[in-house]
């Protein structure tokens, strides 16, 4: 089970943390994924990275803004957002698959967790 935290309201240029919170250590054949979706656009990938070793990978759109990252002890992976634009606003879902972080479609990751909102506006 996946609990995603840290959505909420912030300003361009600003900066948001999200977690995803894993129960259960989650095995090291593992891709950890953020995808998001705006409202009445198709849920995007956003950011993968595999649970054990090395392997990070992101969405051009994102790419030098976001930073995802995890914390084995915690089963925790993290998506620090910097540099937020209105464009970024969506429901962010963290989700999980087996195999490779280099997959962006939302059909090959197998359990998801519940949406947070972010939202980027003046």
């Known amino acids: 089970q996946l609990q995603a935290s840290g959505g909420g309201l912030v300003q361009p240029g600003g900066s948001l943390r999200l977690s995803c919170a894993a129960s259960g250590r989650p095995f090291s054949s593992y891709a950890m994924g953020w995808f998001r979706q705006a409202p009445g656009k198709e849920r995007e990938f956003v950011a993968a990275i595999r649970w054990s070793g090395a392997g990070t990978y992101y969405a051009d759109s994102v790419k030098g803004r976001f930073t995802i990252s995890r914390d084995n002890a915690k089963n925790t992976v993290y998506l620090q957002m910097n540099r937020l634009k209105p464009e970024d606003t969506a429901v962010y879902y963290c989700?999980?698959?087996?195999?490779?972080?280099?997959?962006?479609?939302?059909?090959?990751?197998?359990?998801w967790g519940q949406g947070t909102q972010v939202t980027v506006s003046s």
């Open positions: 989700a999980v698959r087996v195999g490779s972080p280099y997959v962006t479609s939302s059909g090959d990751y197998n359990h």
